[in-house]
């Protein structure tokens, strides 16, 4: 069974600080592949990265930054220099990778983020 | 590229009653998902679609919850006999055949009285 832990339930930092929302995930799958949504007070879920589990370099994406540790099944989610508009409730979840399979994604329960001027 | 949307955003019914949701996906994509968040919870899956074919069902999902996708496009959700614990946001998301990133709609916030 997969199963992803997001221990920290809610932070809050003050403007341009940096952040780290940490994921811990479960799985007796060999390869399989992470997400990281996010979800503003709007309520849609906005997608904002895949890794699969061969790759564990690093990703960087302007503010936002990704830690794959498959050594410690972790995969951390940094925001650098945060901004008010980053408030929002991010989900990390965790799916199959094989491609014929139910790509059904497992989340964690999500952390929330506020961001105050 | 339009998103995915559903239809509709909002819906309150007694307890007891029967409702029906819309998912319009992504054209190009082939699958299909639906989830359920209730408060404070990230989604939970509950069923999914290659094409029309409905492929898995979550045991969440019980047997007064059906989902339909006629001709592999909009996909329809119905529960019969509403029961208070229905009350959740019913997502629905859709992508590439594989273990491709999905898309998620707005959603639609169920409220069962």
């Known amino acids: 069974a997969q199963k992803v832990t997001q221990a920290q339930t809610e932070i809050s930092v003050v403007e341009k600080e940096d952040v780290t929302l940490d994921c811990v995930y479960e799985t007796r799958d060999t390869t399989y592949y992470l997400f990281w949504y996010k979800q503003p007070p709007s309520g849609e879920l906005v997608f904002l990265i895949r890794r699969n589990s061969f790759d564990e370099q690093n990703e960087i994406s302007g503010r936002y930054s990704w830690n794959f540790q498959k050594s410690t099944s972790s995969f951390n989610f940094t925001i650098t220099a945060s901004q008010v508009v980053d408030s929002a409730v991010y989900f990390c979840a965790l799916s199959e990778f094989n491609p014929g399979a139910n790509s059904k994604l497992t989340f964690g329960k999500g952390i929330t983020l506020s961001v105050r001027p | 590229d339009t998103g995915v949307s559903q239809n509709p955003r909002h819906k309150i019914t007694k307890r007891g009653q029967n409702v029906t949701f819309r998912c319009d996906p992504i054209?190009?994509?082939?699958?299909l998902y639906w989830y359920r968040q209730t408060l404070g919870q990230g989604p939970e899956f509950l069923t999914y679609f290659q094409n029309e074919a409905q492929l898995e069902k979550s045991r969440l999902l019980s047997d007064r919850f059906s989902a339909e996708r006629p001709k592999g496009s909009f996909s329809t959700l119905e529960i019969q006999r509403t029961e208070q614990g229905d009350s959740a946001m019913y997502l629905c998301?859709?992508?590439?055949?594989?273990?491709?990133?999905?898309?998620f709609g707005p959603g639609t916030r169920l409220t069962v009285t």
């Open positions: 054209s190009e994509h082939n699958r």
């Open positions: 998301a859709s992508s590439r055949t594989g273990p491709h990133e999905q898309y």
